[in-house]
């Protein structure tokens, strides 16, 4: 059985930094983070192949954002730097069993129940 756990969510100011993580249990897979915010399509953020050596991000993010996975502990991260309040959604983590970092919901099978993250003074 698969299963992701997402922690690290919270309240910040802008300018602030925060780090997600993904618990995930059940197999092996790319694993990627996506965001949705209110009344907008789930997007996605970043991606990252089984052994952590390579990842891809969403234009609007790179430079800003950071994935990356420990497998020893099953869990990936998204460090999340320069936040500002177009940042503020929900965060999800989810796996795919495909070895491609798809850009699409559509690409992932499993996902974990989300993290909220808002962006506010």
């Known amino acids: 059985q698969v299963q992701l756990v997402e922690s690290g969510g919270g309240l910040v100011q802008p300018g602030a930094s925060l780090e997600l993580s993904c618990v995930v249990s059940?197999?092996?897979?790319?694993m990627a983070w996506f965001r949705q915010a209110p009344g907008k399509e789930r997007e996605f953020v970043a991606a990252?192949?089984?052994?952590?050596?390579?990842?891809n991000y969403a234009d609007s993010m790179k430079g800003r954002f950071r994935i990356y996975r420990v497998n020893a502990k099953n869990t990936v991260y998204l460090q999340l730097n320069s936040l500002k309040p177009e940042d503020t959604a929900v965060y999800y983590c989810?796996?795919?069993?495909?070895?491609?970092?798809?850009?699409?919901?559509?690409?992932?099978?499993?996902w974990g129940q989300g993290t909220q993250v808002t962006v506010s003074s």
């Open positions: 990252v192949i089984r052994n952590g050596g390579n990842s």
């Open positions: 059940g197999g092996k897979f790319t």
């Open positions: 989810a796996a795919s069993e495909s070895y491609a970092m798809g850009r699409m919901v559509e690409n992932y099978a499993y």
